[in-house]
């Protein structure tokens, strides 16, 4: 089968960095991606790492270790904003993503 | 470009009864998933397709039905709905293999089973 952990919930205070870690299980592992979702809202897509080491997307940034199974996002200069739900979500063999449970990220000004 | 698209964004109906959500995308995309999200749950897999004609089983796919008979519509039937089934759902699209974890959601549908 197939998991994801990461942890439930997170809080910091703007301009303040925070990181988001992910540790999966899977078999036929086809990239680690990340997620926002804000209240009521729809998950958008953030970023993707396909190789180990570090994307940067602006204020974010996501890291991959294919031998640890381990990844993390990276959020800096933390803004209101950003207060949301992160999900890692790792691709499999055949097509589907599979989820993990959600970090809920509350910034304080 | 209306995207993907999901509808009725709201429904409350009745254990036994059966419901249909619809969604409907305008990329031409060739995979479409169904997702539901519970508090505690995040995401989870219900069905999903990778073409016309083509479904398979996700993680929770009991006691619901699909079908894929167009490109663009991928509706999710739950035969008889079950206070479980209380949920949101979500339909999402991908292109194809060569942007596998990129996938587009719809605004979702609130379902409730009363």
């Known amino acids: 089968g197939q998991s994801l952990e990461q942890p439930s919930e997170v809080t910091a205070v703007e301009g303040a960095i925070v990181q988001i870690n992910c540790t999966y299980q899977?078999?036929?592992?086809?990239?680690l991606s990340w997620y926002q979702q804000h209240d009521g809202g729809a998950p958008t897509f953030l970023s993707y790492?396909?190789?180990?080491g570090l994307e940067e997307t602006g204020r974010f940034s996501s890291f991959l270790s294919r031998s640890d199974s381990y990844g993390y996002l990276l959020l800096q200069e933390l803004q209101m904003k950003d207060s949301a739900s992160y999900f890692c979500a790792v691709g499999q063999a055949g097509t589907a993503l599979i989820f993990g449970k959600g970090t809920t990220l509350s910034v304080s000004s | 470009d209306a995207g993907i698209t999901q509808s009725p964004r709201y429904k409350i109906t009745e254990t036994g009864r059966q419901v249909t959500l619809m969604c409907h995308q305008t990329w031409s995309h060739s995979y479409m998933f169904w997702y539901r999200q519970d508090l505690g749950h995040g995401l989870r897999l219900i069905y999903y397709?990778?073409?016309?004609?083509?479904?398979d089983k996700g993680e929770v796919p009991d006691g619901y039905v699909v079908s894929r008979s167009k490109t663009e519509n991928f509706p999710l039937t739950l035969e008889s709905a079950t206070r479980s089934q209380t949920s949101v759902y979500f339909c999402?699209?991908?292109?194809?293999?060569?942007?596998?974890?990129?996938?587009?959601f719809g605004e979702g549908s609130w379902l409730t089973v009363v």
């Open positions: 999402a699209s991908r292109m194809g293999a060569e942007k596998r974890n990129t996938i587009y």
């Open positions: 397709s990778a073409a016309a004609d083509i479904t």
């Open positions: 790492n396909a190789l180990d």
């Open positions: 899977t078999s036929g592992f086809y990239g």
